[in-house]
């Protein structure tokens, strides 16, 4: 079913032609994302936490009853064995063929530019290849591939520059792009926006089973993007805008767990082989990492790349306000599994501007 999409409805101004298309992307740089306020987290998620003074976060362990396992693979490089990695990691945290047999899946891999010569921006297509291994291996129904590109509006050149069209083309895997699917509206479940409800695509209700394939990287906004901040290409662009203007407007923190908690993914599989340091997510510089991170639980998976990448989880915003309420990000309720955290972490860097200070402890 078509359903029409109206930003000013959602007391939102509106994503006009002026916003969405024709400007260099330094203009489509949102504003810094609003700090979320004691009003805000108070209303949002029922009064679990709080914002002390000075800007400092106040803590309080309302992760209690929360757990998670994350599994921590090592590649070297995007020609080891992926498949056998992620195969491994999968079974470990009991994700194997009698969970995936006969279930449609869909993976949403990161492809926010059309380039095939920066590995470090989009989902790699080796690494999009070797998941639909596993899990046809795994006698799924099916699996495909769905994203809505932030940026670019031509996604046969978006495939075509990413690498990832000769990967679909070989390995005849089918191809949904959501910025154009057939929408159906839920209610939003968190309400950290002012959005009463979200548009998504009618390819989430053909899937049984959603997985999250995105790119390890710094975030000018947000800190880090990766597998929660993904789920922002799901929306589709007819609706939000390129690049997603209406949700940068609704705050992308907020917009961040509202469409988290509203999609409810099933699995999490990040490509940290080669990440992104400095101005993610597109400005940035290559950084390997040689890991491949994944789990059932979307913020624990984000927490512990997040304290890979050298950050604390803590101070990023989204990553506090889902503790608790989507899933837990404090180590003591993470169990880890495969590789241990120490002993893979790097310091990513980030651009030397007073915004950026934020994100470090």
């Known amino acids: 079913m078509n359903t029409t999409f109206n930003a000013a409805s959602e007391g939102l101004p509106d994503a006009s032609p002026a916003q969405t298309a024709g400007r260099s992307r330094d203009d489509q740089s949102p504003s810094p994302p609003r700090v979320l306020t004691r009003r805000d987290l108070l209303v949002g998620v029922g ?13 309080t362990d309302f992760e209690h009853f929360r757990r998670a396992q994350v599994f921590i693979g090592r590649a070297e490089s995007y020609q080891a064995d992926l498949a056998g990695v992620i195969s491994r990691g999968l079974e470990e945290l009991g994700v194997g063929r009698g969970l995936i047999r006969g279930k449609s899946v869909l993976l949403k891999p990161n492809l926010v530019e059309p380039t095939v010569t920066a590995p470090h921006v989009n989902t790699h297509p080796a690494f999009v290849r070797a998941v639909v291994e596993v899990f ?13 590109q932030g940026h670019c509006r031509d996604t046969t050149f978006v ?48 899937a049984d089973f959603i997985v999250s394939l995105p790119k390890m990287k710094t975030h000018h906004w947000a800190g880090v993007t990766l597998s929660m901040k993904n789920f922002f290409g799901v929306m589709p662009g007819v609706c939000y805008g390129w690049p997603k203007n209406v949700l940068h407007h609704a705050g992308i923190n907020q917009s961040i767990l509202d469409i988290n908690a509203t999609v409810r993914p099933h699995l999490a599989i990040v490509d940290g082989i080669i990440g992104m340091e400095g101005d993610g997510p597109i400005m940035g510089t290559p950084r390997p990492a040689h890991v491949v991170v994944m789990g059932t639980n979307l913020p624990a998976v984000d927490a512990t790349c997040a304290r890979l990448m050298g950050f604390d989880p803590l101070r990023i ?3 506090h306000a889902a503790s608790g309420t989507l899933g837990p990000i404090q180590e003591r309720h993470i169990t880890q599994r495969g ?8 310091k ?10 934020q994100f470090r402890s």
Do not use: C, M
Not at 339 to 346: G, H, K, R, T, V
């Open 348 to 357: 990513f860097s980030l651009p030397d501007h007073p915004h950026f200070k």
């Open 317 to 319: 915003q989204y990553l």
């Open 47 to 59: 009064g679990l936490f709080a914002a002390a003074s000075a800007g400092k976060w106040l803590w």
């Open 159 to 206: 495939l075509e520059q990413s690498g990832l069209e000769q990967v679909l083309d070989d390995d005849k895997i089918a191809f949904v792009d959501l910025n154009y699917d057939d929408v159906y509206s839920a209610t939003n479940r968190l309400g950290f926006t002012k959005l009463s409800k979200l548009y998504l695509p009618q390819s989430l209700r053909r």
């Open 339 to 346: 590789e241990p955290i120490a002993s893979l972490a790097q």
């Open 136 to 148: 046809r291996r795994w006698d799924a129904r099916e699996v495909f591939v769905a994203e809505g």
